[in-house]
């Protein structure tokens, strides 16, 4: 079992900046591919970036591309999501996931945690 928390969402004015981290803890040698999602009301939840655990490769949806950061910090267990020139149409509840094998599905994901950018 592997267990996330996330942490660091808020309230801030469009063209801010905000991080979110995301605590890992449990069986977290096993973790393959940290991800970071998001569900808007209304809409589907839709990946926004992730981070291969071993070497960093990263990915991003098109729509942050240049405007979020995706990082780890493996001593601290740790992933985060860096989001400047943040638009309204960002606000979402954000997800951090965790998948074990490159092919899997993301089995663990957290709580999630509220950003909303308002105009």
């Known amino acids: 079992q592997v267990q996330l928390v996330e942490s660091g969402g808020g309230l801030v004015q469009a063209g801010g900046s905000l991080r979110l981290s995301c605590a890992t803890s449990?069986?977290?040698?096993?973790?393959?591919?940290m991800g970071w999602f998001r569900q808007a009301p209304g809409k589907e939840r839709e990946f926004v970036a992730s981070?291969?655990?071993?070497?960093?490769?990263?990915t991003y949806v098109d729509s942050v591309k240049g405007r979020f950061t995706i990082s780890r910090d493996n001593a601290r267990k740790t992933v985060y999501l860096q989001m400047d020139s943040l638009k309204p149409e960002d606000t979402a509840v954000y997800y951090c996931?965790?998948?074990?094998?490159?092919?899997?599905?993301?089995?663990?994901w957290g709580q999630g945690t509220q950003v909303t950018v308002h105009s």
């Open positions: 981070i291969r655990w071993s070497g960093g490769v990263t």
């Open positions: 996931a965790a998948r074990v094998t490159a092919g899997d599905v993301y089995k663990y």
């Open positions: 449990g069986r977290t040698f096993s973790i393959y591919t």
